[in-house]
Structures are given as C-alpha cells and as structure tokens.
C-alpha cells in the first residue's frame, strides 16, 4: 500500500516457535496502529491495535510493539499454533483519513 | 447483533457489462469502506463514505463510483468491466469517521470478469 511496507511477506515458523511481522509507515501523524487477521474466504479481522501513547500491548499470545521515532509497529505472535496460519495486515491510518493497508504477510505454521 | 453483509457473494460478467454490488454495514455504523483484494496488488482502498458524502477516494479509474443511503448501505458500481477487474471486493464498516474505529469487514464480493 501507498507508504505503508510490510515485512516480511510470507513468514514460515515451526508450531510453538514466534512469529514477528514489521509494519513501516510514513505520515508522522498516524496515531492508531491496528493489526487485521485475515483467514481463507473470511474478511480482514482485527486482533490487535494501539494508539500512539502506548509503546506495546499484549493480548494472551499476540503483541504490538510501537516505534513512533523510527515509525514502524510490530505483530508478536509467541507459542504459534495452526490457526495462526493467515494473512496478516497493518493499516496505520493517515492524517487525511485515509486507511491504507500493508501488502500482507501470509504466515505459515509448519507442523 | 448481525455483521456487514454483502451482496452477491459471486459473480460472474464479461468485458464491458457493468457491475452493482452491495454492503449492509452494522447497525449504527455511519461509515462505509470499499476496497479491492488481488493476490498481486493486496488491499487497495476505493473509496469511503460517511453520512451519504464520499469521504476519501483510493487511486482508481472512474469507472469505479459508489454512493451511500440515508441507511448507511452502500453500493458500489463498475461499469465497462476489464479483465483486470477480477477481484475481491470488501466493504467495511466502522461506527464514525474517525480513524481509530475499528473497520468490520463484510466476507467480501468475489467478481470474475470473462
């Protein structure tokens, strides 16, 4: 997506090992760092976000890590099991409002 | 409470028909995304709508327009169908049009163009 780079773009972990994806983007204004899940013939789902005063959250296995200096935002995925096997996106929004997502990383766990 | 809907979930069309599909949002939500999905390209956002206006517009060809009812429903038109046109499409809803509301995606519109 426009200003937005998402790495890596396929991620292959071994079940129970931890998967990280990285979100950059540009617009020093974002102040909102979602994570959307999207699982075969389902729409984007969010699972994860956090706003621009928080530098991480944790929910059970998955976090978000927020760099503002360096404006990347992180997925931590720990102890992965089979359906975490999905495309995941980051769409930090925009100072115009829009929301443009990431490419996607397609995450694989292996058996 | 029911989620986004969306209608046809299929569809097939040749080059140069035109195209109508369409998106419930929850209940309340005033806002209205639409976005295409292709394995190459991602997500691409189209355009949004709140209260009927269109908010934000993606980089896309004319030929693509949408428009919103005083319900929050939304449609979504392509006319002169391309090949190129073969896609997901995903509308999204979130409560109002401010950016850190979660977006509610719809199970999307797959359009194949023949």
């Known amino acids: 997506g426009e200003n937005v780079e998402q790495h890596p773009s396929t991620l292959s972990v071994q079940e129970g090992d931890s998967a990280v994806i990285k979100c950059t983007y540009s617009?020093?204004?974002?102040?909102?760092f979602p994570w959307y899940k999207q699982e075969l013939g389902k729409g984007p789902q969010l699972i994860i976000d956090?706003?621009?005063?928080?530098g991480e959250k944790k929910d059970q296995r998955i976090a978000v890590t927020l760099n503002k200096t360096a404006k990347h935002f992180s997925l931590h995925i720990t102890e992965t099991q089979p359906e975490d096997s999905a495309v995941y996106f980051c769409?930090?929004?925009?100072?115009?409002?829009?929301?443009?997502f990431g490419k996607g990383t397609r995450l694989h766990i292996l058996p | 409470k029911a989620g986004v809907t969306q209608t046809p979930r299929y569809l097939i069309k040749t080059r140069g028909q035109q195209v109508t599909l369409s998106c419930s949002p929850i209940?309340?939500?005033?806002?209205v995304s639409w976005y295409q999905q292709t394995p190459g390209q991602g997500l691409q956002f189209l355009f949004e709508?709140?209260?009927?206006?269109?908010?934000n517009k993606g980089n896309f060809p004319g030929r693509f327009s949408g428009r919103q009812f005083s319900n929050s429903r939304s449609e979504m038109n392509v006319s002169t169908l391309e090949l190129g046109d073969s896609a997901l499409y995903l509308c999204?809803?979130?409560?109002?049009?401010?950016?850190?509301?979660?977006?509610?995606f719809g199970p999307g519109t797959r359009l194949t163009v023949l």
């Open positions: 769409a930090p929004p925009r100072r115009d409002d829009k929301i443009i």
């Open positions: 956090i706003r621009s005063n928080v």
């Open positions: 999204a809803s979130r409560l109002a049009g401010v950016t850190y509301n979660e977006q509610f």
């Open positions: 617009d020093s204004a974002s102040n909102y």
């Open positions: 209940s309340g939500h005033r806002s």
């Open positions: 709508y709140f209260s009927e206006t269109q908010r």
